[in-house]
C-alpha cells in the first residue's frame, strides 16, 4: 500500500532518518560529499548563512569550520534539529551556528543573511506552489545581492539518466515517494525582479551517477549482483572524487539565485 504523501508523513521519514547518525541524510556518503564541495565553492568566507532544510546540521557546522562563518539551521523533524545540536556540541570551537525547528515554506523572520542554502529539502514540499513560496521566502531572508544557494533534485535530469539505464536493460530509478522532483522549466517562470537565477540549473554529481548508477550497475547486473547488494563505496563509485564533474546526469542540480533590489 503507497504512502499518503503528506507533511506528517513525510516529516516521520525524517524524524526516522535521525536515528541514522552521520548518514541520516542520506546512505550516499560520495554523493554528500560532491553535493558539499559544489555548495562550498559557492559560499564566500566570514558570511553569515541561512540552512533551511538543514538535517543533521554537518553542511552547516563544516561550512563555518572551514570558511569562518555564522549561521542558522532550520529544519522541520525535531529529531534531525536534535542531532544537529548534538552534532555542533561536539565541536571544538564556538562557530555562531543556531538550529531551530522551522517548516518550509513558512521558515520565518530571521533577519537577512549573505548566503542562504537547501540541499535536497525542497523536494519535501507537497506542491509546486509551496516549492514557489519556499524559494521566495528565503530568498527574502537575503540583504540584496545575497545569495541563494539552492541544490535540489531536478526531473530532467533524473529522466535523462533513467533513458541511459532503460536503453542498457536496467531498472528505471523512482523518486521516492516522498519527493517532488523540482521541474527546471517551471523553476526558471518563479523569476521577478528580487529573485533572480543567475546560474543554473547544472547537474552537480553527473560524472558520478554515470559511474555509479549506469556503469557500476551495468557491470554488476551483468555478473548477477543484486540491486540491493551494490555498493556505494565500489572502486568505480570512488573514481568520481577525482573526475570532473562532465554532462547532464543525476537529480541533483544546482541553481544560485541572487537577491535583486
Not at 121 to 141: M, P, W, Y
Not at 203 to 227: C, F, H, M, N, W
Amino acid at each position: 500500500m503507497n504512502t499518503e504523501r503528506t507533511t506528517e508523513n513525510i516529516k516521520n521519514v525524517w524524524d526516522s532518518r535521525a536515528s541514522l547518525g552521520d548518514k541520516s541524510g542520506s546512505d550516499d556518503f560520495i554523493l554528500k560529499d560532491i553535493e558539499k564541495r559544489i555548495i562550498f565553492d559557492e559560499i564566500d568566507n566570514n558570511s553569515t548563512i541561512l540552512e533551511v532544510g538543514c538535517g543533521d546540521g554537518s553542511t552547516l557546522i563544516e561550512i563555518c569550520n572551514k570558511k569562518r562563518c555564522t549561521g542558522i539551521g532550520l529544519d522541520f523533524s525535531t529529531k534531525m534539529i536534535d542531532l544537529a545540536k548534538e552534532n555542533l556540541n561536539n565541536e571544538s570551537d564556538n562557530l555562531g551556528i543556531e538550529f531551530y525547528v522551522r517548516a518550509a515554506p513558512e521558515i520565518g523572520e530571521h533577519g537577512l543573511f549573505d548566503f542562504a542554502l537547501s540541499q535536497r529539502c525542497l523536494g519535501n514540499l507537497t506542491s509546486r506552489e509551496d516549492q514557489k513560496k519556499a524559494v521566495e521566502n528565503i530568498i527574502s531572508n537575503l540583504k540584496v545581492g545575497g545569495k541563494y544557494v539552492m541544490v535540489e533534485d531536478c526531473e530532467q535530469s533524473h529522466n535523462r539518466l533513467n533513458g541511459i539505464r532503460k536503453s542498457l536493460g536496467l531498472y528505471e530509478i523512482d523518486q521516492p515517494w516522498f519527493n517532488c522532483f523540482l521541474d527546471s522549466d517551471e523553476v526558471s517562470t518563479w523569476q521577478s525582479r528580487k529573485n533572480i537565477i543567475i546560474k543554473g540549473p547544472m547537474p552537480v554529481a553527473s560524472t558520478y551517477y554515470l559511474l555509479s548508477r549506469v556503469i557500476y550497475a551495468k557491470i554488476e547486473q551483468d555478473k548477477g549482483t543484486k540491486p540491493e547488494n551494490l555498493k556505494y563505496d565500489s572502486d568505480l563509485n570512488m573514481l568520481a572524487y577525482d573526475i570532473p564533474n562532465m554532462g547532464e546526469l543525476g537529480a541533483p542540480s544546482l541553481w544560485v539565485w541572487e537577491r535583486g533590489e
